[in-house]
């Protein structure tokens, strides 16, 4: 099955810096790739993703970018703010099929 | 568009007893659903992919007979925590996806076995 892989655990940032959280995976087959903000207690939020056939995607201060061959994919946050503090979660998987997590990154961005 | 809820949002029971955990797809209808369940600080982890009108896949490890799931509808699953005990107390999250390749998540249930 599919092994997700994802670092840091845990990022702080101070407001205003970049974050950039880095995953993993193992079966080739994989052709989706969200990621999901999840706040405390609360549900996960897709905030982007990315299919096997793009190498990268913006959507304002967030992007995604996508290795295939390396099998690692990853989020940049730009020009961070205090609101971006969460849990962040990548997944993989086969289109419409179960999603396999990382094991989330605990990013605090500091006033 | 593409909401999806869960009930109860939060439960507290009896060791010993079952309880019962609920996922609606409100504005689509949904074949496939699934069950995670997270621990504090931890990631999502999949327990089973509920099918509609066929019986559950369940995950490595995931006991079959404890969790029970039933997809009775193309709007609703539901997940029955057997014979609950304090090490089943955690938080349980449904998803569903609108035919896209994306899932979206419920509220998450907070289930606490005393």
């Known amino acids: 099955g599919e092994n997700v892989e994802q670092h840091p655990s845990t990022l702080s940032v101070q407001e205003g810096d970049s974050a950039v959280i880095k995953c993993t995976y193992s079966?080739?087959?994989?052709?989706?790739f969200p990621w999901y903000k999840q706040e405390l207690g609360k549900r996960p939020q897709l905030i982007i993703d990315?299919?096997?056939?793009?190498g990268e995607k913006k959507d304002q201060r967030i992007a995604v970018t996508l290795n295939k061959t390396a099998k690692h994919f990853s989020l940049h946050i730009t020009e961070t703010q205090p609101e971006d503090s969460a849990v962040y979660f990548c997944?993989?998987?086969?289109?419409?099929?179960?999603?396999?997590f990382g094991t989330g990154t605990s990013l605090t961005v500091i006033p | 568009g593409a909401v999806v809820s869960q009930h109860p949002s939060r439960v507290i029971c009896k060791s010993g007893t079952s309880v019962k955990i609920e996922c609606r797809s409100l504005?689509?209808?949904?074949?496939?659903m699934f069950w995670y369940r997270q621990f504090p600080k931890k990631s999502l982890m999949l327990m089973a992919t509920?099918?509609?009108?066929?019986?559950?896949?369940?995950e490595q490890g995931v006991e079959k007979d404890k969790f029970l799931i039933n997809h009775a509808s193309l709007t609703l699953s539901t997940l029955t925590v057997t014979s609950a005990h304090p090490e089943d107390s955690s938080f349980y999250i449904c998803?569903?996806?609108?035919?896209?390749?994306?899932?979206?998540f419920g509220p998450g249930t907070r289930l606490t076995v005393l």
């Open positions: 998803s569903a996806n609108p035919g896209t390749d994306t899932q979206y």
């Open positions: 079966d080739s087959a994989s052709n989706y």
């Open positions: 990315i299919r096997s056939n793009v």
């Open positions: 997944a993989a998987s086969k289109t419409s099929n179960q999603f396999y």
């Open positions: 504005d689509f209808q949904a074949t496939t």
């Open positions: 509920s099918n509609e009108g066929s019986k559950a896949t369940y």
